[in-house]
């Protein structure tokens, strides 16, 4: 009998499982952030999580610099790698906001299917050869099932979610080409990018958190933005953009998308009696 080593290589089982890591991390602090809306808004908690997840991630760089692992944050990049930086940062907020403006006027199952064409598309185009199409095409066979669009379709709608496709396109392929130039250093600057893009947003919908809400701000900065985005960044170093851009089909299915779970039936129901933001459950 072959052993697990030979028959499924040690870099494609650690990717794979990197994936399912940032999948489960989603989910959990998406279930978490919805203890939250009564005292901070839905909108807040997306800011102040990135906040406070962008904030762990330069800890961590800022470790792994006295380790040896991670270079100087700000001297002796190339300007090629700054630009990475700040489209990822860009693309990691516009994903966000965009995904949950989507869901304001869109059934989630259209929402969810419509941003994850992105990374969809990423995966076809990177594919050498026909049998390469299979995988994303089953994954996007997939999402359609568990999502399973419907309803009324709204023209502005598909346009903002056209916007989050492309959003999680662009975090896909600059994470990728971060991950084969630098390392957390890099992912922590788009992360504080992104954070600064967001800070009007957490400045206006801070309200008056309790101490204990703080302390969940804290945990899903830790966990739904700091270790999502390295999982997702290790992963992309390890398998590629089109491998991993196929495996995100694990995410609607893991983080609620469909309408049967919680978190889905939540942020439905958010949508239709007319509330502004969503569940944050659909989105990295």
């Known amino acids: 009998m072959l052993s697990l080593r030979s028959s499924v290589p040690l870099t494609v089982l650690s990717g794979v499982l990197l994936v399912v890591a ?26 102040w999580r990135q906040l406070f997840g962008a904030a762990t991630l330069l800890i961590i760089a800022r470790i792994a610099r006295r380790l040896g692992a991670a270079g100087p944050l700000l001297r002796r990049r190339p300007r090629r790698e700054w630009g990475l930086i700040l489209a990822l940062g860009a693309a990691m907020a516009a ?29 076809a185009l990177a594919s050498r050869r026909g049998r390469q199409l299979i995988g994303p095409l089953l994954a996007l066979l997939g999402v359609v099932l568990i999502s399973r669009p419907g309803g009324d379709v709204d023209v502005a709608g598909l346009l903002i979610g056209a916007l989050a496709a492309v959003a999680l396109a662009v975090y896909t392929l600059c994470s990728g080409r971060l991950g084969d130039r630098g390392g957390v250093d890099s992912l922590a600057l788009a992360s504080a990018v992104s954070a600064l893009l967001l800070s009007p947003i957490a400045a206006t919908h801070a309200a008056e958190p309790t101490p204990a809400a703080w302390a969940v701000l804290v945990v899903l900065g830790v966990v739904g933005i700091s270790a999502t985005f390295l999982c997702d960044f290790l992963a992309l170093r390890l398998l590629g953009a089109r491998a991993v851009a196929t495996l995100f089909a694990l995410d609607p299915v893991s983080r609620g998308d469909h309408r049967g779970d919680i978190p889905g039936r939540r942020a439905e129901h958010r949508r239709r009696r007319g509330d502004p933001w969503p569940s944050p459950a659909a989105a990295r």
Do not use: H, I, K
């Open 22 to 47: 940032s999948c489960a991390a989603v989910q959990g602090s998406a279930a978490l952030a919805s203890t939250l809306f009564d005292v901070v808004s839905p909108a807040g908690v997306v800011a």
């Open 95 to 123: 994903m966000n906001l965009s995904y949950y403006a989507a869901v304001r006027v869109l059934p989630l199952g259209v929402a969810a299917t419509m941003m994850f064409l992105g990374p969809f598309a990423l995966a």
